[in-house]
């Protein structure tokens, strides 16, 4: 590096600054830190290179810039160099085997990052390794590449996408060879050969003569037609299917989804959804929403609801941008919408994925080998259904990686896993993808609405049956941000010492007594005989589950990617307690008595969701 490298006054900054001078061949990012070398910015310096980009067991997410805390040219090369190696550790078959990559459409023009340069980027460092890649050459959603891994048999898939994060944001998922989400200890052991090998390779930066070499494949066409035709498997009603009047909207939120889910509702012969127009083409920019995450509501969909009013549409259905989520809204009979919760939408489908199961097995035993599964901080709902029906119901941590990896080995037993979902919009509909899939979800709630509307049933109604059947669960999730570690350590463990002394959780909030206490923290589980949680714990993240006399759970975590405290609250009733007014305000006065007693917002200073 020039004389400049002592500008900053920080030896260790100036270090790594002229260490990534000295490997970046980005143009863009490495005249961005020149810049700012330069301007002696070092707030900006400090921002960018103090601490490298966690690689976790959901992979890399980060805002695309310059540095080792951002996703770029070099971090990505660097991380493929690690996950290369550990790889090569892990399989003596890698070199028959390979990878998949697959990427969506983001980008990030000021620093020249986009998914597609990171995604040939990460094929160039395995190809240079002698590793087949079978790369896409387009866009995909995200359940492709654990498609992609179970139907070739690889070792592992990346795919480049940071999801429904904010524009400036990209990331980078990794997938087993059993087709579902790392688990530790893979993360950590990922994480220390990154480190081990932070200089790029020689061939590293190769990309444009990785893409002529014999070791890469494009899977597209073929996993185009091998994944639509696995799904069929769950299409059950084609006849109602194509003679269906209903009319649905479908948006992919400027993502990958739109021909996707064209393709997904033709392999269900269901008329093709209208596509809100401003949002069906990938647009890195975003243009027509605040956030492009679904699960924001309804101004996410207000372009949704204006073509369904135009088109005589009474459903609308939204992926996120890498159509592994689906949201599902209906028109009410007053005219207004209602925008169906993750919970609500997983009672929905997790009802119609069993209903659609007995049609097809007429043996009262065959019920003894279904499992559906959901995540801890999700709906009770389909335990009250196993319970019913006799199937078999578990719950597993927060994440699909969990309930990938479960329903994978249920799956080795001879188990049959038919549904799991979780409360942030994810449903896993096929045990071809383990992973959530926003794609065969959409078809699947298509055919459900078109066999409802025979039975001139709508959404809303069938959920009130549901709910009347197997008893009501209503829930109400939120969160507050905060930026401070500090108050988010302190709020928790106030917590754990509420008596006083370690493991003395409260007994009460408010007017509402608490029965039982799980932290998955500290692996605290005052129900079990030796108070040990059975669910794994992990003291990186901050996690308690209050369950309460009256039938209400609620549980209080940090999130892995953004930083919010969230909260989940439901109430469980018993089937015939159909006094919903009531249940609301019980749960309204719930979750009042938790912000206000173990939030403490105004105290720790914590921003409201905004509305």
């Known amino acids: 590096m020039e004389n400049s490298s002592t500008t900053t006054g920080d030896a260790d900054l100036d270090q790594a600054i002229s260490l990534w001078l000295q490997y970046d061949k980005n143009p863009k990012t490495a005249s961005m830190v020149r810049e700012l070398v330069k301007d002696g910015a070092v707030e900006a310096l400090k921002k960018s290179f103090s601490s490298r980009m966690e690689f976790g067991t959901a992979g890399l997410r980060a805002a695309m810039g310059p540095g080792i805390s951002c996703m770029n040219d070099l971090t990505i090369i660097q991380t493929t160099q690690g996950f290369c190696l550990y790889l090569e550790e892990s399989f003596e078959n890698l070199k028959e085997r390979g990878v998949v990559i697959g990427y969506d459409a983001r980008a990030h023009p000021p620093s020249g990052g986009n998914s597609k340069r990171f995604a040939s980027l990460a094929a160039a460092v395995f190809i240079s390794r002698g590793v087949p890649v079978h790369l896409f050459s387009d866009i995909v959603p995200t359940p492709f590449v654990p498609f992609t891994v179970s139907h070739l048999g690889l070792c592992a898939g990346i795919m480049v996408t940071a999801s429904h994060n904010p524009k400036q944001d990209n990331g980078y998922k990794v997938y087993w060879e059993n ?29 444009e003569e990785a893409l002529k070499s014999p070791l890469l494949k494009d899977p597209y066409q073929d996993v185009h037609t091998q994944y639509f035709k696995a799904i069929q498997k769950h299409c059950h009603h084609r006849d109602i299917n194509k003679s269906s009047e209903v009319k649905i909207v479908h948006t992919s939120v400027h993502g990958v989804g739109h021909t996707f889910v064209q393709s997904a509702f033709k392999a269900f012969d269901l008329h093709p959804p209208y596509a809100v127009e401003e949002q069906k083409d990938p647009d890195p920019e975003f243009p027509t929403v605040k956030y492009p995450n679904p699960e924001e509501g309804k101004g996410v969909l207000t372009l949704s609801f204006a073509l369904a009013e135009r088109e005589g549409a009474t459903v609308v259905l939204a992926n996120d941008p890498d159509a592994d989520r689906l949201a599902m809204a209906e028109k009410q009979e007053s005219g207004q919408w209602r ?15 069993f209903r659609c199961w007995k049609q097809q097995n007429s043996d009262a035993d065959a019920v003894k080998n279904i499992y559906m599964l959901s995540s801890t901080v999700s709906s009770k709902i389909l335990r009250a259904i196993a319970v019913k029906e006799g199937f078999h119901f578990e719950e597993t941590l927060t994440g699909f990686k969990w309930m990938g990896n479960r329903a994978r080995d249920l799956l080795d037993k001879g188990k049959s896993v038919v549904f799991a979902f979780e409360e942030a919009i994810g449903y896993m509909c096929s045990p071809c993808v383990l992973d959530k899939d926003g794609v065969s979800a959409a078809a699947i709630a298509g055919e459900m609405i078109s066999y409802l509307a025979t039975k001139n049933v709508g959404l809303s109604q069938q959920l009130t049956t549901v709910y009347e059947q197997y008893g009501y669960h209503i829930s109400k999730n939120s969160y507050f941000i905060c930026h401070d570690q500090d108050v988010i350590r302190s709020l928790f463990e106030r917590l754990r010492k509420y008596g006083g002394q370690k493991d003395s959780y409260p007994t009460e909030c408010g007017r509402f007594s608490i029965s039982a206490v799980r932290d998955l923290t500290t692996g605290y589980d005052s129900n079990q005989p030796d108070k040990k949680a059975v669910l794994p714990t992990s003291s990186s993240s901050q996690m308690i589950t209050f369950s309460f006399s009256n039938g209400g759970v609620a549980t209080m975590r940090t999130s892995g990617t953004e930083p919010k405290i969230k909260y989940y609250t439901e109430l469980c009733a ?37 509305e």
């Open 339 to 353: 925008v169906f919760s993750g919970n609500e939408l997983g009672a929905l489908l997790g009802w119609w994925m």
């Open 179 to 207: 087709g579902a989400q790392i688990v530790s200890p893979h993360d950590k052991g990922i994480s220390k050969a990154i480190e081990k090998n932070l200089e790029p390779w020689p061939k590293s930066w190769d990309a």
């Open 574 to 610: 018993a089937p015939g307690n159909s006094d919903v007014t009531h249940l609301k305000k019980e749960l309204d006065d719930l979750v009042d008595a938790i912000v206000e007693n173990f939030f403490e917002p105004q105290k720790n200073k914590l921003q409201p969701k905004p």
